[in-house]
């Protein structure tokens, strides 16, 4: 009985587990159903935005990739600019993108090693950065 409750339970864990999406386009192993994104938006030019992420991600961990979404354009700049580092042995993404001439968004999304979600280091992420764009 109790071994038919073990592998029953294992199996809905299973089907929990999953891929889930990432701000920069890309797939990762984690669970699905749970809040792992923080987004924002300011009024300040993209480069500067991206550059103060940039910043962010490299004081509190190392920067991994960074990259523009070309498949992704927007009308406003014509690309999305994206960033992917390690934080506390968990990964960051960042997505910087335009979304009017005044505005610009970001979304920072976080997933530890084993696809759970750190959402306090996506809100300190997103605080710092915004941070950095008042100095």
């Known amino acids: 009985m109790k071994t038919k409750f073990l592998v029953s339970l294992l199996g809905f864990a299973l089907l929990l587990a999953g891929c889930v999406d990432t701000v920069t386009g890309r797939k990762t192993a984690g669970f699905p159903l749970i809040k792992d994104r923080i987004e924002s938006s300011y009024e300040r030019p993209m480069d500067e935005v991206f550059d103060a992420a940039k910043q962010v991600v490299a004081f509190n961990g190392a920067i991994v990739s960074e990259g523009i979404l070309h498949g992704q354009t927007n009308s406003i700049t014509g690309n999305v600019r994206t960033l992917e580092g390690k934080v506390n042995q968990c990964t960051v993404w960042v997505r910087v993108e ?30 710092q950065i915004a941070l950095k764009l008042v100095r």
């Open 98 to 127: 335009q979304t009017d001439p005044k505005i610009t968004s970001v979304a920072v999304q976080t997933r530890t090693a084993g696809g759970g979600s750190n959402i306090d280091l996506a809100a300190e992420i997103d605080k």
